[in-house]
C-alpha cells in the first residue's frame, strides 16, 4: 500500500490484539512481529485498490484529540469519486453538551451543516435558504496548521487506490504480522507497516477493515474502521444551498469552519 497524499504525513499508533501460537505458513510457530508472508503481501498490496473496486464504504471515524475529548464520524464514501457524508460529533468529558454538526467533502471542498444556530444566523445575515457553509480543505502541511476534519478527510479518502502496488514492497524489513483480533464480528490479520501505519484485512475476502494514524507530534490517533463495503452515491449540498465560508467570516468563524 504506497503512502500518497495527506497519507504521507501519518504514523500509526494503532495497538493491535496480540496473537501469539497460531501457525504459519511452513508449518512453525508464528509469533507477533514476524514477517509478512508472500500471500500476506499481496493482500497487503490490493487492499486500496480493493476499496476502489468495490466502490465505497460505511466507516467510523474515532479521534480522541484531546484528553477525554473524542471527535467521532460516521458515514458513507465513495471511494471512486472520493465524496463522501458523516455525522461529526464531539463529546466532552466535563458535562458539556456534545457538538454535532453535518460534513459533507469532496477532493477539494468541506461542507458543514446542522450546526445549532447557523441557519438562523446566516438567514439573518441574508443568506436566505443556505444550510450549509463550504470552504476548500487545506493542503497538507500547510503552514497556519492542518485543521482536524480535513486530515481525517484526507485519510479516509486515501484509503482508495486506482491500482494495487508492488507486492514485493511488503516483503522487506518492516512490515510485521501482529496478530488477529475480531473487528464487527469479523476476524481481521493486523499488520504494522515499515512507515508505522497499521492495517487490519479481513481474513476472508482480503477487505481493509481498519486503519489508523497516530498525529504527527501528538499523542492521539486516528482510527478509521470500514464495513459495508460495496457502491455508494453521496449527493453533494447544493449551490444554492450552500455559501462560501469566506462570505460569512463572523459566523464561520464562531461554528469553527
Request: one cysteine or more; hydrophobic letters at 40%.
Amino acid at each position: 500500500m504506497r503512502s500518497r497524499g495527506g497519507l504521507v504525513l501519518l504514523a500509526l499508533g494503532l495497538v493491535a490484539a496480540l496473537t501469539v501460537g497460531c501457525s504459519s505458513g511452513d508449518g512453525g510457530i508464528r509469533r507477533t512481529g514476524d514477517r509478512v508472508t508472500v500471500a500476506e503481501a499481496g493482500a497487503l498490496a490490493d487492499v486500496l485498490h480493493r476499496n476502489r473496486l468495490e466502490g465505497g464504504a460505511a466507516f467510523v471515524v474515532t479521534a480522541p484529540y484531546s484528553t477525554g475529548v473524542v471527535l467521532t464520524l460516521t458515514g458513507e464514501i465513495d471511494f471512486r469519486r472520493s465524496e463522501g457524508r458523516a455525522q461529526a460529533v464531539t463529546t466532552f468529558p466535563d458535562g458539556r453538551p456534545d457538538d454535532t454538526r453535518t460534513v459533507f467533502f469532496s477532493a477539494q471542498d468541506l461542507w458543514v451543516g446542522d450546526v445549532p444556530g447557523m441557519r438562523e444566523a446566516l438567514n439573518h445575515a441574508g443568506a436566505r435558504r443556505v444550510s450549509y457553509l463550504r470552504r476548500p480543505l487545506s493542503a497538507p502541511g500547510a503552514p497556519d496548521g492542518t485543521p482536524l476534519m480535513d486530515v481525517i478527510v484526507r485519510i479516509v479518502s486515501g484509503l482508495s487506490a486506482p491500482s494495487a502496488d508492488p507486492a514485493a514492497d511488503f516483503l522487506g524489513p518492516g512490515y510485521t504480522w501482529q496478530g488477529q483480533r475480531s473487528i464487527d464480528s469479523r476476524l481481521a490479520s493486523m499488520y504494522r507497516l515499515r512507515d508505522g501505519h497499521t492495517v487490519a484485512v479481513a481474513t476472508a475476502g482480503d477487505l481493509l477493515l481498519q486503519y489508523g494514524s497516530a498525529m504527527p507530534g501528538s499523542a492521539f490517533t486516528v482510527t478509521v474502521t470500514l464495513s459495508d463495503h460495496g457502491p455508494r452515491s453521496v449527493e453533494l449540498p447544493a449551490d444554492d444551498t450552500t455559501v462560501a465560508a469566506t462570505d460569512q467570516p463572523v459566523i464561520a468563524a464562531a461554528v469553527g469552519v
